[in-house]
């Protein structure tokens, strides 16, 4: 069965701030892991990343695969009070095109 | 920006009821999939939807639920009879399969059931 696991489950850090989110996944035929950010409902999509050290940047949030560790982390600087949320971190697996989720993450920003 | 959209944002059943809840997907989507998040829990995936058949379901997916693209916008989960341990957010969401992202799926804000 694929597995998703996120560390540390929670954190809370003040405004401004960097913080390392840390997924690892075991997934059957993998092709991609994902990260989404929840805040009151819908998981918002961040980013996806299928190659193996290429970082994925948007503004203050970065991210990075590990093929070789299967492992992912999202990086996050200059935190701000937005940036709440729980960080949700997904693998796909290509054959049967499913998601596995881990628990995510709950980052607090103190201001 | 396109997004998925569901309705009812709530709802509230009496066990052994049926209940259907909605889904509009991103127009130029063709795969659709519904996710349940009990309270507390994982974000877990129910079923995968193609070319108006199911694709994959997971185990959780049993003879209680269905789905459906009763036209050409709407995608709907229906619950036959629901049990206590129904009781959870649910998620649709789509993706764009001629992007070559088939896994970058965008959630729309989901349906929390409440069975009582």
């Known amino acids: 069965e694929d597995k998703v696991v996120q560390s540390p489950l929670s954190l809370v850090v003040h405004e401004g701030d960097t913080v390392t989110l840390n997924c690892s996944y075991e997934v059957t035929n993998f092709r991609s892991l994902l990260w989404y950010k929840q805040e009151k409902k819908a998981p918002t999509f961040l980013f996806m990343l299928t190659s193996s050290g290429i970082e994925k940047k948007s503004g203050r949030l970065s991210s990075i695969l590990d093929k070789k560790e299967l492992s992912s982390i999202l990086n996050i600087t200059a935190t701000q009070t937005g940036d709440s949320a729980i960080y949700l971190c997904a693998g796909f697996n290509f054959g049967n095109e499913k998601l596995t989720f881990g628990t995510g993450t709950r980052l607090t920003i103190i201001p | ?116």
């Not at chain 2, 009812?8 to 127009?27: A, F």
């Not at chain 2, 999939?33 to 877990?44: D, H």
């Not at chain 2, 036209?71 to 649709?92: H, Q, V, W």
């Open chain 2, 1 to 116: 920006e396109p997004e998925v959209t569901q309705t009812p944002s709530h709802q509230v059943t009496q066990m052994g009821q049926e209940v259907i809840l909605r889904c509009v997907p991103i127009s130029n989507h063709l795969y659709f999939y519904w996710y349940r998040q009990i309270l507390g829990q994982k974000v877990e995936f129910l079923v995968s939807f193609y070319n108006n058949e199911i694709s994959e379901k997971s185990e959780i997916f049993d003879d209680q639920f269905s789905v459906e693209r009763p036209d050409g916008s709407n995608f709907t989960l229906k619950i036959r009879s629901t049990k206590l341990e129904d009781s959870a957010m649910y998620f649709c969401a789509s993706s764009d399969l001629t992007s070559g992202e088939l896994e970058t799926q965008y959630f729309g804000p989901g349906t929390r059931l409440l069975v009582l």
